[in-house]
């Protein structure tokens, strides 16, 4: 993990690249997130400090958006989805035994760091699901053995 000075170094390049942007707080929020993988809570008075803005503004755009992420992911991210008509075809039941399986909860990582599980509302495939995304791929009718590809 990168140390606080190499966070706030490269924040405070990011923010430069962004400076004299129209609203530039997302753009900011997600080159963060692109250089380390999350928006680190030490970035959150950097980015208020720069844009004139609260600590509470910033973390309240970044608790918002629910791409945001406070912490690192695992290696892989399973997104299951969440909406009404992967429900209706068992998605419960699917999230209740991968959550099983993996020992997590939504929003959580594997404490090897191999799995983050996380809640999404449809992802386009309501006539094949239950849905989930696996680092970025849709996957369709899924079961746990999803867990399959993620057991890297």
């Given at each position: ?42 970035a959150i008075p950097q980015i208020a400090a720069a844009l004139m803005l609260s600590k509470a503004e910033v973390h309240g ?11 690192p992911v695992g290696r892989h991210v399973l997104k299951l989805c969440r909406a009404e008509a ?67």
């Amino acid at each position: 993990m990168l140390d606080s000075h190499v966070h706030s170094d490269r924040i405070a390049e990011i923010l430069n690249a962004h400076q004299g942007l129209e609203g530039p707080l997302l753009p900011i929020l997600h080159a963060i997130q692109a250089a380390f993988g999350y928006v680190p809570d030490s970035a959150i008075p950097q980015i208020a400090a720069a844009l004139m803005l609260s600590k509470a503004e910033v973390h309240g755009v970044i608790s918002f958006y629910h791409d945001f992420r406070a912490a690192p992911v695992g290696r892989h991210v399973l997104k299951l989805c969440r909406a009404e008509a992967c429900q209706t075809v068992g998605g419960d039941a699917v999230a209740d035994r991968i959550k099983a399986a993996l020992g997590i909860d939504w929003h959580e990582t594997t404490p090897d760091g191999r799995v983050t599980l996380e809640p999404v509302f449809c992802l386009g495939l309501c006539a094949c699901g239950p849905a989930a995304m696996v680092d970025g791929r849709l996957v369709g009718r899924c079961d746990e053995s999803v867990l399959a590809e993620v057991a890297k």
